[in-house]
């Protein structure tokens, strides 16, 4: 594993978010299984360091060359999940484009160039005693090691999932084993449009007393979300995704519009300041 210049104490950046030091590490595959027709679900052995991940980072994952496709740029890739008895970290991807194509292609016992963890996760310092998730696709992927996290400090959480069919809804027993209340809806079973989710949002932050909203990728349910806990006193966090170039804030190709406590606009990289931002400064993208 090869180290980068790591800070010997955690650094705080200029809004006031934590840097913890960042490695460069081969790890090895063991599995990196279709879930469906559309997602993979890839597993490595990772070393201390990468363990360490909270909820809402990422890691930089190095694409291999697959025949006449050579992505040049890492893939940013949320965590999935951190076992770290078995020392392992999970990742849940949609592949679409050649980066996602060539990392479908690795096989068990191959091994993965990785850089992270990366960002800033969700924050769960304020201890709400209740969290509403809602997750469309592989927004999911994010969403589900907070899950994991705040069953671990005794938070409740309701999750609504949202796809376009049945077949393409997943994690649903491993959120519900973790104690996650889980609801779905889906574009087949004509539930899953804004207005319909909405109506469910509000039903349950209301009967559960919703203390956190927490999202991520689409910018639909972002903006229901940003409205709704306008109107509830309810604060959310979202998680961003982005292309990014470096993934260490050098680069800015990942920077995006936001308010700040002044109303103001101010521009923001998605790599070091986010992921997760909160859904209060956000704007439509």
């Not at 006449?68 to 849940?92: C, G, H, N, W």
């Not at 087949?188 to 109506?199: F, I, L, P």
Request: contains cysteine; negative net charge.
């Amino acid at each position: 594993m090869t180290k980068l210049d790591a800070p010997s104490k955690l650094a705080v950046g200029r809004t006031g978010q934590i840097f913890t030091p960042v490695a460069e590490m081969v790890c090895p595959v063991l599995e990196n299984q279709w879930v469906n027709g559309e997602y993979k679900h890839l597993v490595v052995e990772a070393p201390a360091s990468a363990l360490a991940a909270k909820p809402g980072q990422f890691f930089h994952l190095l694409c291999r060359e697959v025949g006449d496709a050579a992505p040049y740029l890492r893939r940013p890739m949320s965590v999935y999940r951190i076992d770290p008895t078995q020392k392992r970290i999970e990742f849940l991807y949609k592949v679409t484009g050649e980066g996602t194509k060539a990392l479908s292609e690795l096989e068990p016992g191959e091994e993965l160039n990785m850089l992270g963890p990366l960002g800033q996760g969700f924050d769960l310092s304020a201890k709400p005693k209740h969290i509403l998730m809602l997750a469309r696709g592989v927004g999911l992927a994010t969403l589900a090691p907070l899950a994991e996290a705040a069953q671990g400090q005794g938070i409740m959480v309701d999750a609504i999932l949202s796809a376009r069919s049945s077949e393409a809804l997943m994690s649903i027993d491993y959120l519900r084993q973790s104690g996650t209340n889980v609801t779905t809806v889906t574009d087949e079973n004509g539930d899953s449009d804004v207005g319909k989710v909405e109506e469910l949002v509000r039903v349950i932050a209301v009967e559960k007393g919703t203390e956190l909203f927490a999202t991520c990728g689409s910018n639909r349910l972002l903006q229901m979300l940003r409205k709704i806990g306008g109107e509830l006193g309810i604060p959310g966090q979202v998680a961003l995704e982005q292309q990014m170039g470096c993934g260490l804030g050098m680069c800015y190709c990942c920077v995006l519009p936001f308010k700040n406590t002044a109303d103001e606009i101010e521009y923001r990289r998605v790599c070091i300041d986010g992921p997760v931002f909160k859904i209060e400064e956000a704007v439509s993208w």
